[in-house]
């Protein structure tokens, strides 16, 4: 049985913290899948392919060098999936420069974590120099630990991203409460045994359990999230099975 919660629905609650909050980066905490999905597409078109809205929201989460191969064999460029990834992460840098969108909470949640010692982790696909320019515009040390895509053996949906980031934390798991945007940072933290709230961007995830979905985290404190896990709550939740 899974939770869905909508926005509307949702009063504040008092609540037991999460020993630590695994953030993800790309559509979760900004709104960069527009760069991303605009970079691949002109990339493609500029070598006389064909690029379309399937095939970005197919690689939204995935690991940067697997997206990097795809684009290459679905473009037919003659360049190799570093390649790829290198110019693609160039001309998102130069939008994240000019003009970065923070999504509805994003915000106010990590201020208010990080005035109750609620450690929090940046768990990126995107590379460090990336996380860095967004890092670089929040308060200083309001991540406890950054974990990126160039760190990892193994990306998104693999479990590994945040079983590293709650064992750089010195937490379990369990015991953590993951944001996410897409279907394939949700099923990562799942696998990691996290408990995780989607808040969903350019892909919806399928509910599952262990999974609430949102619609924003405007509004939304740091007590309420464990409480949106409490299905015995009606007045906030609809059981959907």
């Known amino acids: 049985m899974a939770i869905t919660i909508t926005h509307a629905t949702m009063e504040y609650v008092t609540a037991q913290l999460p020993a630590a909050v695994l953030w ?34 197919s690689l939204v989460g995935s690991d940067l060098l697997a997206a990097g191969a795809y ?37 106010e949640l990590l201020a208010e974590l990080n005035h109750l010692g609620v450690p929090c982790a940046l768990v990126t696909m995107s590379y460090r120099v990336l996380a860095e320019a967004v890092i670089a515009q929040l308060p200083s040390n309001t991540f406890t630990a950054v974990l990126t ?33 897409s279907p394939t940072g949700a099923a990562s933290g799942l696998a990691a045994g996290a408990r995780v709230v989607s808040v969903p961007n350019a892909v919806a995830p399928r509910p599952e359990p262990g999974m609430v979905v949102i619609d924003s985290l405007g509004g939304v404190a740091a007590a309420d999230l464990l409480a949106l896990f409490d299905e015995r709550r009606e007045t906030l939740v609809r059981i959907s099975e």
């Not at 460029?77 to 420069?97: A, N």
């Open 24 to 57: 993800d980066m790309d559509g979760t905490m900004v709104d960069t899948e527009p760069l991303w999905i605009d970079a691949e597409k002109a990339l493609v078109e500029r070598h006389g392919g064909t690029w379309t809205e399937a095939d970005s929201l």
């Open 71 to 107: 684009i290459r064999e679905r473009g037919g460029l003659s360049m190799t999936p570093e390649q790829v990834v290198d110019h693609l992460l160039g001309e998102v840098l130069l939008g994240v420069d000019e003009d970065l969108t923070w999504q509805p909470g994003v915000r």
């Open 149 to 181: 895509g160039d760190e990892v053996a193994h990306g998104k949906p693999h479990p590994e991203p945040y079983l590293a980031a709650a064992a750089q934390l010195g937490v379990d798991p369990e015991s953590c409460v993951v944001i996410e945007d």
